[in-house]
């Protein structure tokens, strides 16, 4: 498993934003569903490395990034994309692409290469020599795609990353995941389920903090059934099916 | 979905990724938009200044130093504002999770910074020493001043980016330009407040020395230099070594060194401000004992550049230029005394003849020295205001005139300062303090008459009606001049008998000198035996 996460929770001050998680994930696409404060970034940052977590067990890529080694070693073969993705306005595509690279200590050979791989792959091969601060919303996500896929990350970590993206590129975009999923674990945290639907080899759905539901995107479809969960396709009244479930369980418990 | 993985090796970062990411960094720094401000300031605050004033290495090299009085506090803003980069932007989390320890990311920043700011500053030191090698006469560029002034640099810059990156916050950048301002603006106040440590101001090169007065006749003194150097990469390691304290900038080995670097940058500085405490002035620059190489205490040799006078006037030949005016200042009263017995048979120029620290950083110069046999007038010209230093050649004539050449008189009379006419002079090797009594009366006549004949100015002898010469009066440039401190009262007798000599034919004149020289430098003449 790239993924291997046991009771893992995070607290910030007295808001308890993960609550005791456990999860495991090897290769393929992982879509995290849930609703605005579930959790689902503060999970994501975990699993970048960005923040410790507070309680738990989390092993990534079959390493404990709790050790400095470790976690330098996971993240050379790590691709993350934040929420709010920050750029550096004056730099163009491919040198922001070529900087994250060359940060995350690809052998410098192989760095051309890679750039104008992900770049081509993302959709931006005629904007590779545009300024950052030239582009759309858009295309600028699509640059953000790219500096994490740069290094063929074995484990990719996409928050909301088709936020901003025009109906073509979303298209273009899971196919993208699909083809990532092949040989590394995917997990994008995400409100649009029809990109889990089209992308997802599994899905988790947090809510407060805990995986309420994991499995694969059928199962999900089929917990709609015999309720009359609100949604326009299958997968939202899965997904509401479950959410009402766990929230009606959770006030049960209260 | 059971790929687990085993450990890979741990790769080393290829040698050039960091070459590239400098490159990169190099090529996207807000720095390069600032290159023409930074151009414009080195141009006014520098140049321009450095030009308007006599070709010599020293006092140019003195205004590369102070360059960054002009360029530091701004580096500091614009270094602090490219240090909060990645937080304005919100890459903090981006940057965060990549395998190149925060801080190695942050110093590349910073290297690319400071790479511009250096180029600014060196080019502009290129440019000044490149005139200054077709306008100097004599000497070479000095590199220790160029040196400081590079290390301030990259020390304003270090300062500003470490609290750009420390503290990143909207005023960030204005708050450390002005900080790093008042620095160099407090360094001179404590300078003034005769703080010992204060030597160590950034600003600081010689102490309260003209400029003119060291590194020409003998070597630059490097050892303030030195300790500057050693406060400016104390401050500098110290600042980018905090950069590496915060959890997130690397291994706690790395973190370790960083603390480790922090603490050894800050002793650094704190050795180097104690050595600027042991710091004393001499006659030839700052000596701090503990740095000082006797070797530098050796004049440096050149070949003086003499007139064709009837008492030749021979300078250094870095003063080549200026020996005209020297000659023409000097030479009335040279040609008055030429061959007469006791009378200087030369005028060496030297840089200094003492030097004694004062208060409020002050400094007092001694004034020429006639000594050695023949006798020698030794003349410095330190302190006063030369030609293209806000005087013109005539002021400068009509100062060295006033000031220097009624001692000339003073001495071959017999006169003290305190004594004689107003004027800076000494005497070593023959005694020129006669006993006082009345019979100095017709020594102040004689030299008072031959000051009119060489027609100095009023300042220096008046003969006027009332009696009195100013010599109570405080001389131009008085701090070379210590000497001149009593007045001399002139007596109706004394006036009648300086312009009965005065009116005398010069044949008749100098023939009763070279009679009566010795006599009356030895008050054995009176007024009245004065023709």
């Not at chain 2, 401000?37 to 520098?46: N, P, Q, R, S």
């Not at chain 2, 003063?319 to 009263?333: C, D, E, I, K």
């Amino acid at each position: 498993m790239n993924v291997e996460i046991a009771g893992l929770t995070r607290r910030f001050g007295r808001t308890q934003a993960v609550a005791g998680v456990d999860l495991s994930a090897g290769p393929g696409v992982l879509g995290l569903l849930g609703p605005n404060g579930a959790g689902k970034t503060s999970l994501l940052r975990m699993m970048a490395t960005v923040i410790p977590p507070s309680s738990g067990r989390l092993r990534l890529l079959g390493r404990d990034p709790g050790g400095y080694g470790p976690r330098r070693e996971i993240r050379r073969r790590l691709g993350y994309l934040p929420q709010n993705l920050g750029y550096y306005p004056s730099f163009t595509v491919a040198e922001f692409v070529e900087y994250f690279a060359l940060l995350k200590e690809m052998p410098s050979a192989r760095v051309p290469a890679a750039v104008a791989t992900a770049i081509e792959r993302t959709g931006l091969g005629d904007k590779a020599r545009a300024r950052l601060r030239t582009l759309s919303g858009g295309m600028l996500r699509r640059a953000g795609i790219a500096q994490a896929i740069v290094n063929e990350p074995e484990l990719l970590l996409l928050d909301e990353p088709t936020a901003g993206l025009d109906p073509e590129q979303r298209v273009s975009f899971r196919a993208l995941l699909r083809e990532c999923g092949e040989h590394a674990t995917v997990v994008v945290s995400t409100h649009l389920v029809e990109d889990v639907g089209a992308a997802c080899s599994e899905v988790a759905l947090m809510n407060q903090g805990k995986i309420v539901f994991h499995g694969i995107p059928a199962e999900l479809i089929a917990r709609a059934d015999g309720t009359d969960a609100a949604g326009d396709a299958p997968l939202e009244r899965g997904y509401s099916a479950v959410l009402a479930a766990a929230r009606s369980a959770a006030g049960a418990c209260a | 979905m059971t790929a687990a993985l085993a450990p890979a090796p741990s790769r080393r970062l290829p040698p050039a990724a960091p070459a590239r990411l400098l490159r990169l960094e190099l090529r996207r720094n807000p720095m390069l938009w600032l290159l023409p401000v930074l151009a414009i300031l080195f141009w006014l605050g520098v140049y321009r200044p450095a030009m308007a004033n006599p070709p010599f290495w020293n006092v140019r090299a003195t205004d590369l130093q102070h360059a960054v009085l002009f360029l530091g506090p701004l580096l500091a803003g614009a270094t602090a504002w490219v240090g909060s980069r990645d937080g304005r932007l919100g890459l903090t989390d981006l940057v965060g999770v990549t395998a190149v320890p925060r801080w190695a990311g942050q110093l590349t920043t910073w290297a690319a910074a400071t790479c511009w700011a250096e180029a600014v500053y060196l080019g502009g030191v290129a440019v000044v020493y490149g005139v200054t090698a077709e306008q100097a006469h004599w000497g070479g560029p000095l590199w220790w001043p160029v040196a400081v002034g590079a290390a301030g640099v990259a020390t304003c810059c270090a300062l500003g980016f470490a609290a750009g990156a420390l503290l990143p916050g909207r005023f960030t950048a204005a708050l450390a330009a002005v900080l790093v301002f008042l620095a160099l603006g407090g360094g001179a106040f404590a300078l003034q407040n005769n703080a010992t440590y204060a030597q160590i101001w950034l600003l600081n090169v010689q102490g309260a020395l003209p400029r003119d007065s060291y590194g020409i006749f003998y070597p630059y003194l490097p050892d303030l230099a030195i300790a500057q150097l050693m406060f400016l990469a104390g401050l500098a390691v110290a600042a980018l070594g905090a950069l590496g304290l915060p959890a997130a900038a690397g291994s706690s080995w790395l973190r370790g060194a960083a603390a480790a670097l922090t603490a050894a940058g800050l002793a650094a500085a704190g050795t180097a401000v104690g050595l600027a405490g042991t710091a004393r002035l001499e006659a030839h620059g700052i000596v701090i004992p503990a740095l000082h190489d006797a070797a530098s205490d050796m004049p440096t040799s050149y070949t003086p550049v003499c007139s064709h006078s009837v008492v030749p006037v021979c300078m250094h030949p870095a003063y080549r230029s200026f020996l005209p005016a020297v000659t023409a200042a000097l030479g009335p009263v040279l040609d008055q005394v030429a061959g007469l017995p006791g009378a200087p048979v030369r005028v060496t120029q030297v840089a200094v003849t003492t030097v004694q620290q004062e208060s409020s950083n002050g400094v007092q110069l001694g004034g020429p020295v006639i000594g050695g046999s023949p006798p020698v007038v030794y003349l410095p010209l330190a302190g006063l205001s030369l030609p293209g230093e806000g005087s013109t050649t005539a002021q400068f004539v009509e100062a060295l005139r006033s000031q220097d050449a009624p001692a000339i008189l003073n001495t071959l009379v017999g006169l003290s300062g305190q004594q004689g006419l107003p004027g800076g002079i000494s005497a070593q090797g023959y005694d020129v303090a006669p006993p006082p009594g009345p019979r100095m009366a017709a020594q102040v006549a004689v030299a008072m008459a031959l000051a009119k004949v060489a027609g100095l100015s009023p300042g220096g002898v008046p003969l006027a009606d009332d009696g009195r010469t100013p010599a109570n009066s405080t001389r131009p440039g008085n701090a070379r001049n210590p000497m001149v401190k009593g007045s001399t009262s002139v007596s109706a007798a004394q006036l009648a008998a300086a312009r009965r000599f005065a009116a005398l034919p010069a044949a008749m004149r100098r023939a009763w000198l070279v009679t009566h020289l010795a006599a009356l430098r030895a008050g054995q003449v009176t007024l009245s035996e004065i023709p």
